[in-house]
């Protein structure tokens, strides 16, 4: 059987809390978070700028790549929290850009950095798999699909142009079938 591709919303918590008293926690806690709620891919996340969060709107404004639609999310009050702690610590650096998640070097993050990263959390969280950054993606979209959100707005949420890029977070969940035999 081929390894899952994805982490379930445990496994994300226990990578989260793995963030706590290291180097970047304030940071990468906001960085895990982000990319689990939103579905970001790690350029994405990367690539974001201080003018797409927020957070008196609560809002957050998703700029897809590889063609992907973007979007506009609401913030919840977890990732609020997150995103103030990571803009306080930010500020202190005084970085030298506008980019949204910055590297000890006061430059923007850099995928390589997020991917180690991510794989030393789930080193460090004892995860069953190695984990990586597109997992969080997943992740997103089969958590969307276990609270009951359907194929189009998984779709939405994610960017996706093609709904066959998305259908497997639904095909897969059993609840769609809750209802049958009763």
Wanted: charged residues 25%; contains cysteine.
């Amino acid at each position: 059987m081929n390894e899952r591709k994805h982490l379930t919303q445990i496994e994300v918590e226990r990578l989260i809390a793995a963030t706590k008293n290291s180097r970047n926690e304030a940071r990468d806690r906001a960085l895990l978070l982000l990319m689990f709620r939103h579905g970001l891919r790690v350029s994405e996340a990367c690539a974001m700028r201080l003018s797409q969060v927020d957070v008196e709107s609560r809002v957050l404004h998703v700029a897809r790549l590889k063609k992907g639609l973007s979007t506009t999310h609401p913030l919840r009050a977890d990732e609020l929290r997150a995103i103030k702690a990571w803009l306080v610590a930010r500020q202190k650096m005084n970085p030298t850009c506008d980019a949204f998640f910055v590297s000890e070097r006061r430059t923007p993050l850099n995928r390589r950095t997020a991917w180690h990263a991510i794989k030393g959390y789930g080193e460090k969280a004892a995860l069953p798999l190695d984990a990586h950054p597109h997992m969080l993606r997943h992740a997103c979209g089969y958590e969307l699909a276990n609270q009951g959100a359907d194929t189009r707005l998984i779709q939405d949420y994610l960017g996706h142009r093609n709904i066959q890029h998305t259908v497997q977070y639904t095909a897969t969940n059993p609840a769609r079938f809750e209802k049958l035999w009763r």
